[in-house]
């Protein structure tokens, strides 16, 4: 996936919602068809781009969030400590 480079993989995602029986989902623009495909392909859900309500509801549903690096610094893991969500920080890329 050129341009394209996270901390866990696609195929890594799918493997822990298989074994662990859990629901992994994303938020990510619908804007790279490749990115769209593989998340069909692995059975993992990508809800598009929320807006800041629609995010902030499904983070307060969420076991843990999940850093994949992009963008290095963001506010995401803040807000999800704040609503007692723990998080998974990024694997070093």
Known sequence: MT?????????????????????????????????????????????????KTEFYTQLAKSSVLVGVGKPKISPSPWDALCMGVPVGPPRQI
């Open 3 to 51: 341009g394209t480079t996270f901390s866990w993989t696609i195929p890594g995602l799918a493997e822990i919602q298989s074994r662990l029986d859990i629901k992994i989902l994303g938020g990510m623009k619908n804007d790279r068809p490749l990115l769209a495909d593989l998340f069909v392909l692995h059975n993992l859900t990508n809800l598009g781009q929320l807006n």
